[in-house]
């Protein structure tokens, strides 16, 4: 699938994120949009997985630690054709399907019920080590927030994986500058993350997290410790009214804002 066929799916999906969220007035909306990129690639270049049969012993894991962005792992599950697209519409509504926050009993395709902040890489950590253990050759991808990695959890498992050298472990790490409280760098600054990654015995990448290339380049790259791929994205991203602002990650579009988003991705 070439970087064209891509464009037209995260187009798509964001279409999709938009209206779910509008109609189940569902929050994280820049949260979900920042992530559309990341996800495609992944489940479209990637993952080694079969919609037919999503929990194949074998297939490669996906965790989204930062589930409160769960609206863009349904779209792109969807699209992939692990369910419906019409399950969409039973997105946080009342008697719906997909709640706000993952629930792996909700969907197939989900590994992991998630939401509370910072247990997403220690969950991907045990099903890493656990294929080491094995001698199988899945790997896991845990996807995490900026603002998560405050979670002092993080760190523990950080130091765990790259203890154990999980080379089969990749943590992206959604860097949009944003958390729920302000620029995350302003309430607790991560920074030299980077070389904090690295002195945890960890191989760290920072991509552009909108650029398909530089994304599978850096999923593709092959390491002998546990990767981390730090990806500069842009909250609410495609939508210009969105982009970079906090108060997307609480609201959803309204009618109006709806009508004028999808006329830009038109």
């Known amino acids: 699938m070439n970087y064209l066929d891509l464009s037209k799916i995260v187009q ?3 279409r999709n994120i938009l209206y779910m969220n509008n109609r189940g007035r569902a929050s994280h909306t820049g949260s979900a949009l920042s992530i559309v990129e990341l996800l495609v690639v992944l489940y479209f270049k990637i993952l080694r997985i079969d919609p037919e049969n999503p929990y194949k012993s074998n297939r490669d894991r996906f965790i989204l630690s930062k ?5 863009a792992l349904y779209a792109v599950l969807a699209k992939r054709g692990f369910f419906s697209e019409e ?4 997105f946080h509504v009342d008697g719906g399907m997909l709640p706000g926050h993952l629930d792996k009993t909700s ?3 989900i590994e992991v019920s998630a939401g509370s902040l910072g247990h997403g890489l220690s969950i991907g950590i045990g099903m890493a080590l656990a294929g080491k253990l094995d001698k199988s050759d899945y790997k896991v991808y845990v996807l995490c927030g900026d603002g998560e990695i405050n979670e002092g959890s993080i760190w523990e498992g950080i130091l765990f994986a790259g203890a154990k050298k999980l080379d089969n472990l990749t943590l992206i790490i959604d ?5 729920a409280y302000g620029r995350t760098n302003e309430v607790i600054n991560l920074e030299p993350l980077s070389l904090k990654l690295k002195s945890f015995n960890w191989y760290p990448v920072e991509i552009d997290g909108h650029s398909f290339e530089e994304i599978e380049d850096a999923l593709n790259l092959k390491v002998s410790q546990p990767k981390a791929i730090i990806a500069h994205t842009i909250k609410g991203k495609g939508i210009s009214f969105m982009e970079d602002r906090l108060e997307w990650h609480y609201k959803s579009p309204s009618e109006e804002e709806l009508k004028k988003a999808l006329e830009e991705l038109e």
């Open 12 to 14: 798509d999906i964001r």
């Open 67 to 71: 589930a409160h962005a769960s609206a």
């Open 87 to 90: 399950w969409l519409k039973k």
């Open 107 to 109: 969907a197939p395709g």
């Open 175 to 179: 860097y949009n500058k944003w958390q």
